[in-house]
């Protein structure tokens, strides 16, 4: 018998297994409920899902969604509705980055402690204020004039993030149909600014340069010459124009493919992958709870072919948005990057008690040194172009690009830059799919952002 | 009239209702009663607003009512879990020496403390003889209703009685002297040694037990029911004046169906009968068994009525089947606690258990008709039956064995084929998941016989080559774990099921939205499969873990009881069947919550299904049966 006793410890493992398991069980609830609660396939829901949800606000407390007579309603203006759609959200979690998605729980005032069967007065419904400028985003909207792309940009100094479009989007009044399977719609539900990656093309030569301030004592003084086309490591890289003998400063304003190549090349693979690593590729940037979609640079096995053509941006490079964003904004602001903010604050309905989120700490990205020889190149290449006439201030430093895809589309046109002025201290990245030339498609959208904001 | 009504109707639409108290709103109910007196507003005119804002106070004491209850409810189950297993606990017997073994030549005395004691030279005997000529397992001296009984379970030397060496198991009276190997040893009575004898810690003085009172407990159990049900009523009652915007008091009175009759009864009927099952259940053991305790039926009751109100609260005759069942397993419940009674029957009665089962498994494999996914169901005309869970019962029998027989055929031979044999025929039918059941049992049966991990290490490597090799022949089975960990990935296809589960849980929070609101339900297996989060979604996260903590403390009351029951019999069988209503709720739990891959089996109890209900209550009778006090009838 008294083998029995020793021998029943068995049974009371699997007695403890079970009651961590039911420990772990309650943990995940808890930790993932109002995740969970508010899914769309909910049947508690489908009555008033966000019939009395909270108000959401932009940063000159312009109503862009609330809830009346229980009925979701959206700003009146239908160039807002469509340009703040993937920041606002439908009701049906369609857009997932979204605040109606994001921040449900806020907004519908679950709580775990009651279920969503809470009684009102334990249901606390919260606004959030964004700090979204949605005039500034109505205008990127129409710049962008039906082409499929994103525009965004920030305060570099504070994180504010004023604008983020993407397109295509939809009236959230009469969403399409979107049962027949139609181009034009493809990617409608999805925020390009925060979930999607592209062939960034000559923007990415900021990076190359970056690469080569900090590997390279001379860099700035060491030249390539230019003659059209090269052979570099074995791949045939042509240039836009014959530029001759030039250094880096030059290869940037005149976007040289052959100088930045060559430069890529001499770097090597290793400072290349090092750097961009250390800029913040193949990592999720995390924008209020929401994880954008990494950038990548990933050189294949055969690495000797693809350096020089990453080194300009094609190949296997693809650049999220709102990545380059940082990175702009951090050569703006001496190398250091700030994380862009969406939230400004979600406060209850009537205690106003504000809901603090953990900053996300600001990163440096590079040296004091680095960036500000970067930035004198990128307003030397913005004041020798042909976007200078663009801009309405002579401190606007930028670059262009305009990114090869290929199977005989056009290009991605980007832009990527910032304002040197200290009363606009904004950085923005334009994308413009399928259009043509960077200085042509992205820059004046940009342009019109930012003149909108110096005025 | 009705502009006026439908002026007001708007305004207390966009006034949140929180502005208002109750109170408040019944002042202000009677400052218009007044108000229309003085002012002689027409008579019908008062009426009508009287009328309105009763409907208003009824709303609200709904409100508050349902509230209530849904606080008070895991207060008072946990009162519930609390009082039974303390009760289970204080009524344990104390470890006092049965008798006295008298070492002749020594001079010293043994205490005897359990029904079966094995004597040998090895650490693990109960009564160790230091003695070269002692084999290591040598005799078991054990105590039957007859009295004290002593065999030689294959030793050297041989055990002798008053110099008589025994063949079989021979009686023993007080006095008498029985010789194993070199040490003779007198059989005395506790009383018969003087005070001043050193006794080795084994007696400690006996607690004052608080006598606790079953009635009580039991009646505790019907009040939990009892609110469930009301709770069940009143959620009908406010999703109907809600759905169709009652706001009248008359109007509300006028719902005949609701305040007459059918769904009051419906939604109550089913308590009633848990209530009168669980009270004559209680008398009939007390009157024919003379049984004191009542606490393990009173938490089965407890889980199977809970289960059962659930059900219940969809529609009364839904409850049919499973309350027949209950009055089903209660009845098994009793005839096992009786058959089990005599040791020496039952021993002899395994064969015959084995046989049948495998009759039955062969049976289910020849008839059995394939119903989602698996082949598991026999179906005679009107009454459809799961086999494998009466397989369980017998699988216990089988695997439980009294000392003196263990330690005589100490191979596990037999018992190992019969497993295998039970868990190769479950794979058959395709049911995976008490294939596992049955694979845990087997694990703590067979450590419970042997007490040797050899065979625990063995048989896991086996089943997890088995696991290996049936994945790689049988990649459909692989399909089940594609979708685990990412349910909502996948909540249109694979994982809809376990995705409801886990938003419908959610959606209950910590305290529920009360009996009968559910949305899972609705949901394929939504009252078997996955009632556990049915439990949480209507009852809450809390009162969940109590069912869950009950379940655990089931299965290690057999634990804490393996001591002192009166055979290894018991304790192995109670063992058993801890671990296979143990290893079923864990493939319940965390199937249905995507902690592990959704298997399909029953929550023990709680989920809807005859076949299951019934075998556990059978089980619930070998964990009575471990409980001395069961076949006591001077206790208390």
Redesign the interface.
Known sequence: ????????????L??S???C??V???F??CI??????L?P????LALDSLANAGKIFDRNSVILAQSV?SKRIYNEDEQIRKALLHTVGDENFNISTSLQSKFRDQLFGY???????????LKKRRDIHINIDSKLCKIALSKLSGYKGTAVMYNYKTGELLCMVSTPTYDIKNPPDLKNKNADNDGIFLNKALSSSYTPGSVFKIITAICALENMPDAANKKFTCNGAEIINGQRITCMGCHGNINLRDGLRFSCNIVLGNFAVALGKKNMQNTTASLGFGKSLNIDFVNTEPSVYDLSADAKDALAWSGIGQDKVLLNPIHMLTIVGSIANSGISVTPKLIKEISGESTHNKLNFKQEESKRYMSNEIADSLKEMMLYTAKNSPISSLFSGSDVCAKTGTAEVGSGKKPHAWISGFSKNEKTPVAFVVVVEHSGFGGEYAAPVAAAMLNHLQN | MLSIFSKIEGYS??E???CTSVHEDFEDFLVDFKFAKILSIPYKKSIDKFFYKGGRLLRYLV?TLL?VI?LFLPFLGFLIVFKCFRSLTNNKREKVPLIYLRNKILKEFIPVT?????IGRSK???IILKDPTVSRDHAVLFRREKGWLITDTDSHSGVMVNDQKIEKPTSLYLGDTVTIGGNVLIIKRKESFNDNFDINSTTSKPKKKRKFNQKFLLFLVNIFHFLMAIESYLCVLRKTIKNENILDLKNILDLKNIFHGEIFLDCLSTFFVIFIISWLFFFTTRIFTKRQSFELESIGIFLSGIGLIIVGSEGFQKTYTQLASLCIGLFAFCFLIWLIKDLERSMKLRIVVAIIAIVLFVINLIFAKEYNGSKNWIFLGPISLQPSEFIKIAFVFVGAST?DKLQTAKNLGYFIAFSAFCIACLFLMRDFGSACVFF?GF??AS??RS?SIRT?ILSCSAAIMGAFIILKFKPYIAERFSVWRHV?EN?QDAGYQQ??A?????????????TG?G?LK?IFAGTSDLMFPTI??EL??LIA?LI??S??LI??F??IY??RCRS?FY??AS?TA??II??Q??LH??GS?D?FPLTGVTLPFLSLGGSSLISMWALLAFIKASDDRTYSLLFN
């Not at chain 1, 396939?41 to 508690?44: D, V």
């Not at chain 1, 709580?111 to 009684?119: A, R, T, V």
């Open positions: 018998m008294k083998n029995s006793r020793k021998r029943s410890v068995l049974l009371f699997l007695v297994f079970f009651l398991g039911v772990f069980l309650s995940e609830l993932n409920s109002s995740n969970w609660a899914k396939f909910n049947e508690h007579n709580n775990f402690f009651m279920g969503i069967d809470s009684p009102e007065f | 639409k966009s949140k209702p929180e409100e509230f849904r359990f029904w079966e004691n094995s693990s005997s109960d000392l845990i694990l703590i450590f419970m007490g625990i909502f909540s995705s409801r886990l938003t419908y849980s959610a959606s209950g929070g910590v305290f529920g939205i009360g609101n949305e609705n949480i979604e809450g996260l873990i869950a903590v379940l655990g299965a290690l057999a634990r393996s001591e290894t304790s192995i063992c801890g671990a143990m290893s709720s864990c739990v965390f919550t902690i």
